[in-house]
């Protein structure tokens, strides 16, 4: 694992990016900031962070013989990842919000971020931005469901030692990747997604409400798959459908 630290950046996923264009990097080439100052979420979403309390990273990820239409399975590999390394500081409740959010009971913990770079119908590298919120105690009012590992657990952490629990697993949840052990990767991912199978209220992206439970995530796509009152079955992109806590 080769580090680079730096003392703040717009986004660590930028930084990434440009530095792969323009350098050889090693595989797991890890870039961490203590200050982010226009990080991203999905969906081009702001990813807001307190200086030097949080866990702000980017992992660079090559691949030798990945296909596109098997990406989902990255997602997974992330998601699951980080799930693992969480539950080692003993968090309560963890869960993985479709499509990779972290929940601690209700709470976002953790954020995360993939942008692949394309050779044709392949992916070549992976940039996996993570956000992962360790020390910060309190959040501006417009992300009242975030919360910290500290104020879950009730002492403070140090980021490097989430930083390299998370790095140990991502290497292991990507030989699973890359040894195409897809259906182990798949069960893990469903084993902790968040609502499955819990009768829960959902709004789509015209605002209607409606009664169902999430099935799982279709791996040929990465929709989120739930069945309704009438068990007809709905397909989503990302942000197209939201949970109602």
Known sequence: MNIIKLDATESTNSFLKELS?????????V????????????????????????????????????PIHKQVYLNFAIAIAIHEALSSFKLPNLDIKWPNDILSGKKKV???????????NMIDASIVGIGINVNQ???PKEIPNATSIKNIIGKSIKVDEVLNRVVRKIEDKIHLLITKQYGILKKEYHNVLHKKNIPSMFKDDKDVVFMGKILEVDTSNGKLLIELVDETIRSFHLKEVSIIQ
């Open 21 to 29: 264009v323009n350098s050889n990097l090693s595989n797991y080439t």
């Open 31 to 66: 870039v961490i900031t203590d200050k982010q100052t226009l990080g991203r979420g999905q969906m081009n979403t702001k990813w807001i962070s307190e200086p030097y309390k949080n866990l702000l990273c980017s992992v660079y990820i090559t691949f030798s013989d990945f």
């Open 110 to 120: 953790c954020g995360i971020l993939i942008e692949n770079i394309l050779k044709g």
């Open 137 to 139: 105690e309190n959040y």
